[in-house]
């Protein structure tokens, strides 16, 4: 490891220019505690590839928002976030609004729990992760654009409403379990299954006022670790896909619900697939809302894309 800083505002002084030069942000909590001890021995060999990087643990939640904002104010545009896909939201949420105007680079180790992005890319190991930041290349994606009553996030996997917020906010208790613990939620969720209503406009043409089992805004195609939620989800279309899922029965849910590891659940007569660059919520309600792994609660208002708003390192 070259360095390592106790505060962000310390990288204005020296500011990463070089795409081999990263500011890293290590969510140490994540993967049940164990991405501080990987991290070191991972940046360690990064480093033995040219691969440099000012470094900083985060404290807490919301830390690693922080430190993102403050390096990339003082002109750090090269990030590396060392955890799971929450430790990677925050930092985009750190970067945003203001990285709209110039999209920075961002590497990811896969060092958490959940590592359900990188999927799109290949199997979330942390050696392809290591040979996307030595050998790969920085590609452009969207960003989304979430406003909701109290103020502005952004994503860059998934938003869902409904069963799998539900099951999302259960799973983060089981983090310890991985995608087994993901598949626990969903059982148990079952058993006290709801049908919410949801109006959305899609592209301020398209008008939905139906009850749904969930609804869910994918820009990205996995969740859960292993599931292909969205299967035809494109990081580079500048679209979101929207994946209703109607009133189902228990037993219908049940059966559906296995097909979630091929992307073929989507064929199912009750699951419908959409596509927009913006969604309006017509009747905002206080909810759980479950964004890039996090579990929130929030009254939605809107959903936008930011095409191609942010560079990630990814396998050639």
Do not use: W
Not at 162 to 187: C, D, I, M
Request: hydrophobic letters at 40%.
């Amino acid at each position: 490891m070259n360095a390592l800083i106790a505060d962000a505002d310390a990288v204005s002084q020296r500011p990463p220019s070089s795409p081999k030069h990263y500011f890293a942000i290590i969510n140490g909590a994540a993967g049940g505690g164990r991405c501080g001890s990987r991290a070191e021995p991972a940046l360690k060999q990064l480093s033995e590839h040219g691969i440099r990087s000012d470094v900083c643990f985060t404290e807490g939640p919301g830390h690693a928002s922080e430190l993102a904002r403050r390096a990339y104010q003082s002109g750090v545009r090269h990030f590396l976030a060392a955890g799971g896909d929450g430790t990677v939201f925050e930092v985009v949420n750190g970067l945003f609004p203001d990285a709209a105007s110039d999209p920075p680079t961002l590497g990811i180790l896969p060092l958490g729990t959940g590592n359900s992005f990188l999927r799109d890319f290949g199997p979330a190991t942390e050696h392809l992760a290591q040979s996307a930041l030595t050998e790969g290349e920085a590609r452009p994606i969207d960003v989304i654009r979430a406003k909701h009553r109290d103020g502005t996030m952004h994503y860059i996997n998934l938003l869902g409403l409904g069963f799998t917020a539900e099951v999302g906010a259960l799973a983060n208790r089981l983090k310890a379990l991985s995608t087994t613990g993901y598949v626990a939620a969903v059982l148990a969720r079952l058993a006290g299954l709801r049908y919410p209503l949801d109006p959305i406009r899609l592209d301020d043409q398209i008008e939905d006022h139906r009850d749904n089992t969930m609804l869910v805004f994918s820009n990205s195609r996995y969740t859960g670790g292993a599931m292909m939620m969205a299967p035809h989800a494109d990081l580079q279309d500048g679209r979101l896909d929207v994946i209703r899922v109607n009133r189902m029965s228990r037993f219908e849910l049940l059966t559906a619900f296995p097909k979630i590891f091929r992307g073929t659940h989507v064929r199912h007569p009750k699951i419908e697939e959409h596509t927009a660059a913006r969604v309006e919520f017509l009747n905002p309600r206080e909810q759980d809302v479950m964004v890039d792994g996090e579990v929130l609660r929030l009254c939605l208002l809107s959903l936008e894309v930011l095409p191609r708003a942010l560079k990630v390192m990814t396998p050639c």
